[in-house]
């Protein structure tokens, strides 16, 4: 591994959607956007539902994730999230018709008797197709 890369690992419970050395990384975080190098100071932080930036032999990707977490060592970067996708997989139209139907069940949900717990899971579920789409354009 070179003086400036880190290696990047993305788990979801299925399966490990992304296991690659790369330049650096931004990510999303309950604190912000973090710019993620090598030699990083040690972190462990909430994962928001957003997109990620990996930045990768002078190219750039995007991958959509869900909530988790987020753990920085000097030369690994390891995100357990429920849900990742690397976004030049997705079909734009699918990603829309996630959103709406995301949407949906939120606003049945919050007009039923749901608990919380499925409510908070429903809430991100639509983050996540948010996520999913943002990323989409910006890797177009």
Do not use: C
């Not at 920085?72 to 997989?89: H, P």
């Amino acid at each position: 591994m070179a003086e400036t890369e880190i290696r990047l690992e993305i788990v979801t419970p299925d399966s490990t959607v992304y296991s690659e050395i790369v330049d650096h990384v931004i990510v999303p975080t309950a604190n912000g956007k973090i710019d993620l190098w090598q030699h990083h100071a040690p972190l462990i932080d909430r994962l928001e539902p957003s997109d990620i930036k990996v930045l990768k032999e002078g190219k750039v990707e995007y991958l959509a994730v869900g909530a988790g977490f987020v753990e920085v060592y000097a030369e690994k970067v390891s995100i357990i999230t429920d849900q990742a996708i690397l976004v030049d997989e997705d079909n734009y139209e699918e990603i829309e018709e996630a959103i709406k139907r995301a949407e949906v069940a939120l606003e049945e949900a919050k007009s039923s008797n749901i608990d919380e717990a499925q409510l908070q899971l429903l809430e991100a579920a639509a983050k996540f197709e948010h996520a999913r789409k943002i990323a989409k354009g910006k890797s177009s």
